[in-house]
């Protein structure tokens, strides 16, 4: 087998192949739409199920508590920081906003962002530009196309309430340079929320490392755990400096009748109600990603991605869509003579899974690059040079 990361071999891929039942009727290249689910994470969810069926779900919470308080553990061990800074919610959506509507701002403060922030986010922020009197800065992409850096350290000033940047976009492979933003963040003592949906699971993410004060993600892309799941990495300094938007009866306690006290982690952004079915597959999808080994899987998506890319190049009449500089696992082109959605519908009658990424995911990036729509795929470790040369093949003969 050619095309493998230095130290990904053969029989890590029949191995995680093996593991993936999705996998053998079908090239499912819209992983970062939501990729497949290892068996490991279905037979934990399979196994707390059946729990549930038969004591019921309070009875069955109770037997698995330390096991759904283990997840917390295993985001720290892979994403950095403390049990204490994760909260888990029902999406990445659902952590950011809460996160990001708690930032304390007055009239005239400003948020700075970056051009390829992602819908959910920007459609938050013109809300509060338009209730709350808030200014948006965006910074640009320079003459190269990448991040302009020195233009967003100088949207920086005293009014600026949070930097909020989304590391991959969720319409190219262009990687922003967060941790140089971190560094900005830490010099201006300005909070720094980071959406890292597309990011974790497919490249090596350390939240310490980066310096962000918050974070968000979620379990089915990338991470390969079930859908209605995300989590937030919020720090105990950023804790301090917000005040929570809402409360709930598992953020807050009422301790009299008119008092209630405010938990102190980051389970202040936590609702009670929740699927601990998927906080079981979301947990044994994080630890599948440490067994294998997150170097080594994240190299590979690297290496199925440049080969895509390559590959892509000798298809006549594609018109590729991304940066210049765009590397990760998220590739978006377009086909003279089709639109998006027929190339999305002809492959599928193969079996052959790619999404269509719209100038409403990103409209700051591809709007000013004049791109509508694109067909966007997105390969994970998981998927063979065989596949992807597969899917070469029919996309040329359409
Ligand atoms: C960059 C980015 N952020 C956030 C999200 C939203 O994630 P969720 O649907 O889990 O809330 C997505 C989903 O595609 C995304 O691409």
Request: charged content about 30%; proline content about 3%.
């Given at each position: 087998m050619t095309n493998m990361a230095a130290n990904f071999t053969d029989s890590d891929l029949m191995r995680v192949r093996d593991d993936t039942p999705g996998l053998s009727a079908r090239v499912h290249l819209d992983n970062c739409g939501s990729a497949l689910m290892p068996r490991a994470v279905i037979e934990a969810q399979q196994r707390y199920f059946d729990l549930e069926i038969q004591y019921g779900g309070y009875v069955a919470q109770e037997q698995q508590s330390e096991g759904l308080a283990r997840v917390y553990a295993s985001l720290a061990s892979l994403l950095?920081?403390?049990?204490?800074?994760y909260a888990i919610t029902s999406s990445a959506v659902d952590a950011w906003t809460k996160t990001f509507y708690s930032i304390l701002m007055q009239p005239g403060d400003n948020i700075v962002t970056a051009y390829t922030e992602y819908c959910a986010n920007y459609v938050a922020f013109l809300q509060r530009a338009k209730r709350d009197g808030i200014e948006i800065r965006v910074a640009r992409a320079g003459e190269d196309g990448t991040l302009d850096l020195a233009q967003l350290d100088e949207l920086v000033?005293?009014?600026?309430k949070v930097i909020a940047v989304t590391q991959?976009?969720?319409?190219?492979g262009q990687v922003l340079p967060v941790e140089e933003i971190g560094k900005i963040a830490k010099a201006k003592d300005v909070l720094y929320l980071l959406d890292a949906c597309q990011a974790v699971g497919q490249l090596p993410v350390n939240f310490e490392a980066i310096g962000c004060d918050m974070a968000t993600g979620t379990s089915?892309?990338?991470?390969r755990g079930p859908r209605g799941i995300g989590f937030l990495y919020i720090t105990e300094k950023a804790r301090r400096s917000i005040d929570p938007v809402v409360l709930t009866n598992q953020a807050a306690t009422w301790t009299g009748d008119n008092t209630y006290s405010m938990r102190?982690?980051?389970?202040?952004?936590?609702?009670?109600?929740?699927?601990c079915v998927n906080q079981m597959g979301f947990g044994a999808a994080i630890d599948y990603f440490l067994e294998q080994g997150v170097e080594k899987m994240t190299g590979q998506v690297r290496v199925l991605s440049d080969h895509l890319r390559a590959g892509l190049r000798d298809v006549p009449g594609v018109i590729p869509t991304?940066?210049?500089d765009a590397r990760a696992g998220i590739i978006t082109f377009n086909k003279h003579g089709f639109k998006p959605i027929e190339i999305k519908t002809a492959l599928e009658k193969q079996g052959i899974a790619v999404q269509v990424a719209g100038i409403f995911h990103t409209r700051l990036d591809l709007g000013a690059r004049g791109i509508e729509d694109a067909v966007r795929i997105s390969p994970h470790y998981y998927n063979s040079t065989n596949e992807l040369d597969r899917f070469l093949t029919a996309l040329e003969a359409l």
């Open positions: 950095g920081g403390k049990t204490t800074d000033d005293s009014r600026t991959v976009p969720s319409s190219s089915r892309k990338f991470l102190e982690d980051a389970g202040v952004f936590e609702a009670w109600e929740r699927s991304c940066q210049a």
